[in-house]
């Protein structure tokens, strides 16, 4: 059994962890979700999250388009759109973005299955009964835990009221315990106790599966140096694995934020420098280099300097579709070294890559 961050630990039954990568529905992350290899799509149940985006025009209808072009055929894509608000979509039109969701996904034959919190009003409840009505995928579950004071766990009451509202048994149900952002080992620690808690609680319900989630990623890149690689741990990890060697029964699933963090972005200004999150089984090893060259030219010798360093894999360029398409920078095959959006996805879909082959291995 092999020995990493994320931990490689069989279930009580002897069946593979999944991995929940919760990734914000942006282009990139679409991108890198359409180019997974068939064995990264079997272990992987991907949640994405609706971005509330002023610049464009339509975001019901460009995530919908997104999902159809990128998800594999045969997965069921959970959506998160917690982020919008619930109003009314379309003029002379009842429902709100879940409605609609539902609505054009299917259209675009996209299986999906809708995230829900006890929280929800009433209205999104309901929206999120008819989609479920209509794609017949169940639901998944986020219970959050981040804030300090905590946020209160749902009472039995409120769970029961919920399920009834959807129509489903907790067997049609994905637990999402989500612990938010990890930004320290204090707050790892501390994290991992509220979901060792809530764990203990909620698996009183037969979820159909239950999932420990967090994101270790900073906010931006602002600060770290250029030219380099700078290490940062990847504490969500360590925190799924204080969870699962204190557990009983079988470890939950592993989630993080790919190479995001966790909260919603705030509107971007001017061009990123060239940079990619390189995930290690340990730690990300962020490469920022300074914006020298025309045409974002720099990020040829950064691709070149990270093949060339110790953190590119055994496997090269076979890990993922994100590592070809940074070595083909690294040896200039390519005509331009792209953008924010490009290195998103190369570095996303390396992360999946990563993530999923430690969780798989025995």
Known sequence: MAETSTGTVPSALGEPL???????????????????????RSGIRPVMELVPDPDVRDILETFCDRA?????????????????????????????PLARLGESLWLRGVAMCPVVRCTDPAEVSAEAAQVIAAHRRGACLRVPLAGEPPETLPSPRAIRGLLTVLHLEPEEVDLLVDAGPVDSATARDRLAERALTAL???????????????????????????????????RDAELWRCVVERCDGRPPDFGDFGVTHPRMPVRSRGTPDPNMRYTTPDDWQVFVYPRVRSGNDDFFDLSAAL???????????????????????????????GGGTQWRAWATSHHLAVVTSHLTQR
């Open 18 to 40: 999944a991995y929940v990568p919760i990734l914000k529905g942006k282009a990139g992350e679409f991108s890198a979700l359409g180019h997974v290899t068939a064995a990264v």
């Open 307 to 337: 093949v060339a360093s110790a953190h590119w894999p055994p496997t090269g360029a076979g890990t993922s579709w994100g590592d070809a398409r940074l070595q083909e920078c690294a040896t200039r095959q390519r005509p331009r070294a």
């Open 68 to 96: 159809m072009d990128a998800v594999p055929s045969g997965t069921v894509l959970t959506v998160d759109s917690g982020a919008l608000p619930p109003a009314q979509v379309l003029e002379g039109a009842p429902g709100g």
């Open 200 to 234: 203990g609680i909620l698996s009183a319900w037969p979820w159909r599966s239950e999932c420990v989630a967090a994101g270790a990623f900073p906010v931006n890149l602002t600060g770290f140096p250029r030219g380099r690689a700078t290490p940062v741990a990847r």
